[in-house]
């Protein structure tokens, strides 16, 4: 029997979605390194903010990087983008530099210096990033009425968030400071630099990073093999943060940059820019992103499953739960606030820790391939030809290439069949075959979905599971095709979302999707991902 009109617009008028007025500012909150292993690892300890998420939000442990070469930049513009690397163009941290054979940063300007920081060839806008953003969309969206602020640790984090047309800060450690480029600002807005006046650099020299919490709280032992003491900060607690030197410099700031003390300035920058900027102060809607860069930093010199690691996952609780307290108050109370929480990547343990239980795993040194290779290519094409390899990327060159004496397709099938034959690699494949190889194993659509042909290398190699790429002899690493590099947490709460765990892998490209139909906005342009409706109120 048909429905009554009546009755069918009150169907339609009750199954109206809760967001139906978008929020007045979204968090957009990113952990560097937090893989699902590790959140769920210590997620019985987490009491503070991010423990009450997990509780009440719309929990997704499964969210999935579909590309073979999870890294900061990458993730960062993944998540920002609602695109893969083949579409955005942030391949990983590095790239080499064809002309030269040297690595070069994968967000570089020459025309768009830092500003109040020695000139560098880090990370300084989003020229290279080629897709739009959740923050382009926003402020294109409100008629650049609603501001896009981003805040981390690291600029090749902020900087995707931020995208084109909102505002990326970082802190710098070259300085000891939070900084821009002029790619955004032509100075620091004065909020920024009264903050800075009020964190001066040289605050943090004399602390130490002391547990949080009783010792008996921690597993295993403090101090264990292949863990690394950058930085003067030692193998064991406490952590001083003077980078060994006398007096406050780059070493101690990058010191207290690797330690979980830096959650604290995070978050007390997040406020300063809450409050400069008028964030979430009326009914149009803006966007604050934050990434916490410290758990990173701790995961390549100790490792995941270190006493450091465990007791940066307890300090991020806290943050969190600050960083949202902030957040709400600027909102004008949770139901005006939608949040967000990812990862960036999750990482492997340290190779040797597997190998100790049994696992069949091993640390690989990437630069030891391209000796072998440059040694190999010359003997059988004669001439110079030299291998560079970035993490699993080669890159090939030389006169021999250059001068066209050389076959390029001969020399770099060459280097993907020498590669095929090392007993760590899994699959190696010159980019000329990449899109007409046979997917075997399914690698090869997460090499096409990573692979951008003017920045990724000539061959493109995957190690075997448990075998960790690392130039370090401590610690581990990250890049690998596999769920403890892969898998993340994706984490809904706050204003029109359906609390619950759902254990349906999810990609990663879905987070931007999801947050654009939450504001009632398009997704970015290039997205490819899917809104997850079933938390936003299940549609319609």
């Not at 880090?122 to 080629?130: E, I, K, R």
């Not at 760590?424 to 692979?451: C, F, K, N, Q, W």
Request: no cysteine; glycine share 12%.
């Amino acid at each position: 029997m048909a429905l009554s009109r009546p009755l069918l617009s009150l169907l339609l008028l009750t199954a109206l979605p809760a967001w139906a007025k978008p929020p007045r500012l979204t968090l957009f909150i990113t952990v560097d390194a937090m893989g699902t292993d590790v959140l769920l690892r210590h997620r019985p300890q987490l009491k503070g903010g991010l423990g009450k998420l997990l509780d009440t939000g719309a929990f997704y442990p499964y969210a999935r990087y579909g590309y073979a070469k999870p890294r900061t930049a990458a993730g960062h513009a993944t998540l920002a983008t609602g695109a893969h690397p083949w579409r955005h163009g942030i391949v990983d941290n590095r790239v080499i530099d064809r002309a030269t054979g040297k690595p070069v940063r994968i967000l570089p300007d020459d025309e768009h210096p830092v500003l109040e920081a020695p000139l560098s060839t880090d990370d300084v806008s989003p020229a290279n990033l080629l897709a739009e953003t959740l923050a382009d969309r926003l402020r294109l969206s409100t008629q650049e009425k609603g501001k896009a602020i981003a805040l981390s640790g690291k600029p090749r984090s902020s900087i995707p968030l931020a995208g084109r047309l909102g505002q990326a800060y970082w802190f710098d450690d070259t300085v000891g400071k939070f900084i821009t480029s002029t790619w955004y600002a032509k100075e620091l807005p004065g909020w920024l630099k009264d903050f800075n006046t009020t964190q001066p650099p040289g605050a943090w020299h004399g602390q130490t990073w002391e547990l949080s919490r009783p010792r008996a709280e921690y597993t295993g032992e403090d101090d264990r093999p292949q863990e690394g003491e950058s930085y003067g900060l030692g193998r064991v607690f406490p952590h001083p943060l003077t980078g060994g030197l006398a007096a406050p410099g780059p070493a101690s700031y990058s010191a207290f940059a690797v330690s979980p003390l830096s959650f604290d300035v995070i978050v007390k920058a997040a406020g300063a820019a809450i409050a400069g900027e008028g964030l979430g102060k009326d009914d149009v809607p803006d966007m604050l992103g934050v990434s916490f860069s410290a758990t990173d930093r701790v995961y390549h010199q100790y490792g995941p499953t270190s006493w450091e690691m465990q007791d940066t996952m307890f300090r991020l609780d806290k943050a969190v739960g600050d960083l949202i307290a902030l957040a709400e108050k600027a909102a004008g109370g949770r139901g005006n606030l939608l949040v967000m929480i990812s990862a960036d990547h999750g990482g492997a343990a340290v190779p040797e820790q597997w190998a100790g239980a049994g696992v069949g795993a091993r640390r690989v040194n990437p630069a030891r391939f391209g000796q072998q290779l440059t040694e190999v290519l010359r003997k059988r094409f004669g001439g110079d030809v030299t291998a560079t390899v970035e993490e699993s990327d080669v890159y090939l060159g030389g006169k021999t290439l250059e001068d066209g004496k050389g076959d390029p397709a001969a020399v770099r099938r060459a280097t993907a069949d020498w590669l095929r034959q090392q007993p760590e690699i899994a699959l190696a494949v010159a980019s000329d075959d990449l899109y007409t190889m046979p997917d075997v194993g399914g690698y090869a659509m997460l090499l096409r979905r990573g692979y951008y042909p003017q920045r990724s290398g000539d061959v493109l190699y995957v190690v075997k599971p448990f075998h960790v790429l690392s130039n370090d002899t401590f610690g581990s690493n990250h890049g690998a095709p596999y769920a403890y590099d892969q898998l993340v947490p994706v984490l809904f709460a706050g204003k029109g979302v359906r609390p619950g765990t759902y254990l349906r892998e999810i990609s990663t490209t879905d987070v931007a999707p999801t947050l654009a139909a939450a504001l009632e906005m398009l997704p970015p342009a290039s997205a490819e991902g899917t809104p997850r409706y079933e938390a936003l109120g299940g549609g319609l």
